[in-house]
């Protein structure tokens, strides 16, 4: 059975950091594209953060600058820096991991930044 499983997530004051991980298991994911989204209340559910196995990285504008993206294929983790949090960046988030067309993902964890 695969599972990603999320944690770091948590309440921070803005202009904190957090640092998220994503640990996969029941699959091998180090050839793979994988990554974070995350989904605010009453908004639509957006990519934040991508990494190929090649570890080329793209970011949604908002965040970029702050936050950084990283993977380590012997763990079969990725994670995700977030550094200079603001507001606007609580949400969940949720990992990602896309094989063959198909995406696996995490539970999501929470993220809220208060000002």
């Keep these: 059975q695969v599972q990603l499983v999320e944690s770091g ?3 921070v004051q803005a202009g904190g950091s957090l640092r ?3 640990a996969a298991s029941g699959m091998i994911f180090s050839r793979d594209t994988m990554g974070w989204y995350r989904q605010a209340p009453g908004k ?3 990519l934040v953060a991508g990494i ?3 570890g080329s990285t793209n970011y949604v504008d ?3 600058g702050r936050f950084t993206i990283s993977r380590d ?3 079969n983790t990725v994670y995700l820096q977030m550094n200079n949090l603001k507001p606007e960046d609580t949400a969940v988030y ?3 991991a896309r094989k063959a067309m198909y995406n696996y993902w995490g539970r999501g964890t929470q993220v809220t930044v208060s000002s």
């Design 9 to 11: 997530g948590g309440l």
């Design 20 to 22: 998220l991980s994503c």
């Design 44 to 46: 639509q559910r957006e």
């Design 52 to 54: 190929t196995s090649g």
């Design 62 to 64: 908002s965040v970029k």
């Design 73 to 75: 294929n012997a763990k």
């Design 94 to 96: 949720y990992c990602y």
